[in-house]
């Protein structure tokens, strides 16, 4: 006995009601799958080292008691990660679903619910260490193409009238909802194929990296010295952690080079035209040393320089094998994304200077960003003209036959170091205790060394700084000073003066053409 009242709706549009919400939660589901993809996709071109999937996973892995890791990981052995993923993928799935049927019933709701979900991956994004703009950005894509498909598609959905519709009787949805529905679906297929193959390259690279055992340098660099330390909160350390070191290039993608597919030629004016694989290059008897890059557009007191160890076979050791022809003097080594660096040939065949081609930094293998698998590292230069990551080409040939990336761009041709110094403690700005106030920081002129910093208050004298002892002339040194200071506004300069006597000039220079000078001035507050 079930009278039909007029507050229950005949079987035909209850069908097409329950069809209705199918659809939505199918729309939901999509829409979902397209954002995601796009923040993978995204990642996988800005971001190599964190997506936000990956993100999630970071930070469900971190909030995870002990005991459940343990059982994941007794459970699903070295599939723990894909056992993560899968349990993500599932619980957005059902919540994109439930997205589509809210906002089916109450417009807003649902995509409310969406980017809410948004939120919690952008969160995920931007607590873990790896985070950078790039990976912002993908995760705001992603949460911002979910809910914009999402309100698009159930719109749609939503106009169409319950009943017999078009030609499909009993309320199947008209033919254009069905077509943006199977267009989100081939995108989401596109997308998916799209993010394998490039997530496939990335994890190619980054799976030979992992695997990767460092040869054992035939030449190790030596100890640092306990003398090179002056022991002072707060000044740069002696040797930058890879993670902190500073990151210039053109390349809007990380490149992902395979180094078991990577070479190395060397062309142009040799006698001998050579190709370098990469366990060739591993079995090369491989130096060690310490070296600091400096990037030419480093403002005086700017932060674009870093020093680290570098593991590598010394450049010269394969243009002697290439042989260079008379009358060639510059060697345009080229990237894998075609960008360029013309370096004096000298620099790279003289043999008190260890010109490398490295293969790692601080004891691993090169991050992708600082130029897995092969980079150059050439101390004394720029690094716009002599460290080119991701380097497959060196190509023999002269200044006035070849012009490299940034030469064409205003920047000078030739880029040695300008002898530098920077003041790191105090900060900038910062309030100091009138009285004794130590003074710290780094000075480099790379492959001149530094012989002596010195520094000054206000209109006084110059005077000595501490310097550490170095690594060596490739490298920066500390400094240290004690000023006296009284309560007050006073301005500390430091200059220093490289191995060759040469003392840093006062002269200020903007970075272009070929590097800035002038003195790091910082202003304190005493009291
Ligand atoms: N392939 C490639 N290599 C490159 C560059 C680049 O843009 N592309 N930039 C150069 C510049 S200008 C500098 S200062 C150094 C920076 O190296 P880092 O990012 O490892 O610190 O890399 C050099 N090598
Ligand atoms: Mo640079």
Known sequence: MSPRTAA???????AASRRRTGFAALAGVLSAAAGVLTGEVGAALLSPSLSPVSAVAGAVVDATPPAAKDWAIQTFGTGDKAFLVTVIGLALAVLGAAAGVLELRRPGVGVGLAGAIGLVGLGAVVTRSLAGPGAWLCALAAGIVAMALLRWLVNRLRREPLGHVGSSPGGFPR?????????????VVLGGVVTAVLRGAAVAAASARDALRLPTPADPAPPIPESA??????????????ADFYRIDT??????????????????LVEEPVTLTWSELLGKPLVERYVTLTCVSNEVGGNLAGNARWLGWPVRE??????????????????????????????????????????????????????????LVVPGLYGYVSATKWVTELKVTTFAADTAYWSTRGWSEKGPIKTASRIDVPR????????????????????????????????GAWQPARLGTGISRDTWYQWAASVRLSPGRHRIAVRATDGDGQVQTAAQAPPAPDGATGYDIIDVEAA
């Open 428 to 459: 900038r700005g910062s309030g100091v205790t009138a009285g004794e106030v130590t003074v710290a920081g780094v000075a480099w002129a790379q492959h001149r060394g530094i012989s002596a910093v010195e520094v000054r208050v206000d209109d």
């Open 251 to 268: 390349a809007f993608v990380v490149p992902s080079v395979d180094p078991a597919t990577w070479q190395l030629r060397v062309t142009g």
């Open 8 to 14: 229950s709706p005949a079987p035909a549009v209850r």
């Open 318 to 375: 394969l243009l002697a094998a290439a042989r260079p022809r008379p009358g060639a003097d510059m060697v345009l080594s080229r990237s894998v994304d075609g960008f360029t660096a013309g370096t004096p040939l000298t620099a790279l065949t003289d043999p008190g200077r260890d010109a490398l081609l490295a293969v790692a930094m601080n004891g691993e293998p090169l991050p992708p960003e600082h130029g897995f698998p092969v980079r």
């Open 229 to 242: 330390q002056v022991g002072v909160a707060g000044v740069s350390a002696l040797v930058t952690p890879a």
């Open 175 to 187: 033919r254009g909802f069905l077509r943006a529905l199977a267009g989100t679906g081939a995108a």
